[in-house]
């Protein structure tokens, strides 16, 4: 069956610090995969995407993905957290063989110290 | 208005109540979505409605009634919920094209669901 975990349940980081949020899926092929991040009492925002090609991906707010297959992941990184990057972020794979349901992981709640 | 507009933002209702969600969106787009979010719970796809007809029910209980009157709108109708119902109700919406399967879904700020 396919599955999404995001090991991390909270992070915390001091502002100006590097940040990585980890991802990883379990689907029987490449899935497409996407980041979201969710304001407190907001609903979600797309932060970036990738479908193919480059696997480096840029995003919105300075983020970053690098989608690796050989680990079946795609972890999202920020070189230097800003205060307002406090949120929750999803990671969530979505696939042909799943019903082209986006799936979400059970998100990280990001903590900035300052 | 942009995007995608949920009203109202926050809902209080009792189990005997009658309420409507309601979501519209101004992207053009042919498909929208309700998930739901509980605390604790990953987000879980609801109802899928593309070119307004209903593509995807995931088990959901009858007291949820969707409504898909146009491409631009979407209801979520509620009657008789239960406590365990409270949650934050999110709708998205994307464009879908045939064969394809790279849309990308946006969502709206949600409606924050407190039922006594």
């Known amino acids: 069956a396919q599955s999404v975990t995001q090991p991390d349940i909270h992070i915390t980081v001091s502002e100006g610090a590097s940040l990585e949020l980890r991802c990883n899926y379990s689907y029987g092929a490449t899935p497409y995969l996407f980041w979201y991040v969710q304001s407190p009492g907001q609903g979600l925002q797309l932060l970036l995407k990738y479908f193919s090609g480059d696997t480096l991906v840029q995003g919105i707010k300075g983020f970053e993905a690098e989608f690796k297959r050989s680990q079946s992941s795609f972890n999202l990184r920020k070189p230097s957290v800003h205060w307002s990057d406090a949120a929750e972020y999803f990671c969530?794979?979505?696939?042909?063989?799943?019903?082209?349901?986006?799936?979400f992981g059970g998100g990280t709640r990001v903590l900035v110290k300052p | 208005e942009t995007g995608v507009t949920q009203t109202p933002r926050h809902l209080v209702m009792g189990m005997t109540n009658k309420k409507s969600l309601k979501c519209e969106q101004h992207l053009g787009h042919n498909a929208m979505y309700w998930y739901k979010q509980s605390a604790k719970k990953p987000l879980e796809l609801m109802f899928v409605y593309s070119l307004e007809e209903r593509v995807e029910n995931n088990s959901v209980p009858s007291r949820f009634s969707p409504e898909c009157p146009n491409s631009s709108h979407l209801f979520l109708h509620l009657h008789t919920l239960q406590p365990e119902d409270s949650a934050l109700y999110l709708c998205?919406?994307?464009?879908?094209?045939?064969?394809?399967?790279?849309?990308?879904?946006?969502f709206g700020p949600g409606t924050r669901l407190t039922v006594l």
């Open positions: 998205a919406s994307s464009q879908v094209m045939r064969g394809e399967s790279t849309d990308t879904q946006y």
């Open positions: 969530a794979p979505r696939s042909e063989a799943a019903g082209n349901k986006l799936t």
